[in-house]
């Protein structure tokens, strides 16, 4: 991990920005954390947050929020927390959220590099990583999330035999994230049970395989493969 990057996996690093959609996601205040805000709550999601016990899910890097809108519509039964750190496109997203005709959702502005200080060890039972930014160019591979502090901060607050699931299309982040996974600091963590750069040729009757996000549809079009992993948590 470069230096430039470390702060963001440090206790005392504080976000800061001018972006007036920062201000106007205060309108979703209701279901809406914003930076800091979102790290206020590990450990008590379910019973503070969701007033009520039921499977955590967490998605990183929504985007326009397909699937988090889809996933909490036919899964009324788990507690969502969808996260972007792109302004304008959590604006437009909390607009959405706003009309979903359930409530089982929350939204942070924040960013998944934070996710251990956001939940508490073993309180989430799903995490989603789904066509995140490959950052194709050498002097921003320091900028790609998946990485061994982020897995470790995965493994921290994924339950035992908790999950994290990512697809993304780009041959370059995929191979770099084999590399980083097949790691044996990585290994200790997590078991591989889903590794494919082609995912429905190779693994179609896969979970993975049965939706596709939006950015997804727009990689299919195009005829592109599609990566996807399944990583188990190893702790006991
Ligand atoms: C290419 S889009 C994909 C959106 C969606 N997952 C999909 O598949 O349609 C990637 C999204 O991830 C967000 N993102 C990238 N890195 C992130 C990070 N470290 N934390 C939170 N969001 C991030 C970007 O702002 C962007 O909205």
Excluded at 51 to 74: K, N, S
Excluded at 97 to 104: E, G, R, T
Excluded at 146 to 169: M, W
Aim: with cysteine.
């Amino acid at each position: 991990m470069s230096k430039k990057n470390d702060h963001l996996y440090q206790k005392d690093f504080e976000y800061k920005h001018r972006n007036p959609y920062h201000e106007k996601l205060s309108e979703f205040d209701e279901f809406v954390m914003r930076d800091n805000e979102s790290e206020k709550y590990p450990g008590v999601w379910n019973k503070e947050v969701f007033d009520r016990e039921a499977p955590l899910c967490v998605e990183i890097g929504t985007g326009y929020g397909h699937f988090m809108l889809d996933y909490c519509e036919q899964n009324p039964d788990v507690n969502f927390v969808g996260m972007d750190f792109r302004f304008k496109r959590s604006y437009n997203l909390a607009r959405k959220l706003a009309k979903h005709p359930h409530k089982n959702f929350k939204y942070l502005r924040a960013r998944g590099e934070r996710i251990q200080f956001m939940f508490e060890e073993g309180e989430v039972d799903k995490l989603f990583y789904f066509f995140p930014d490959p950052w194709p160019k050498k002097r921003h591979h320091k900028k790609r999330l998946f990485q061994q502090p982020f897995l470790e901060a995965a493994y921290k607050v994924l339950r035992p035999g908790g999950t994290l699931f990512v697809k993304t299309d780009h041959s370059g982040y995929a191979d770099w994230m084999v590399e980083v996974m097949d790691k044996p600091e990585a290994l200790e963590l997590f078991d591989i049970r889903l590794k494919t750069l082609n995912l429905y040729e190779e693994a179609p009757e896969h979970y993975l395989a049965s939706f596709q996000t939006k950015f997804e549809k727009i990689f299919l079009q195009k005829n592109d493969r599609i990566k996807a992993f399944e990583l188990v948590s190893k702790k006991q």
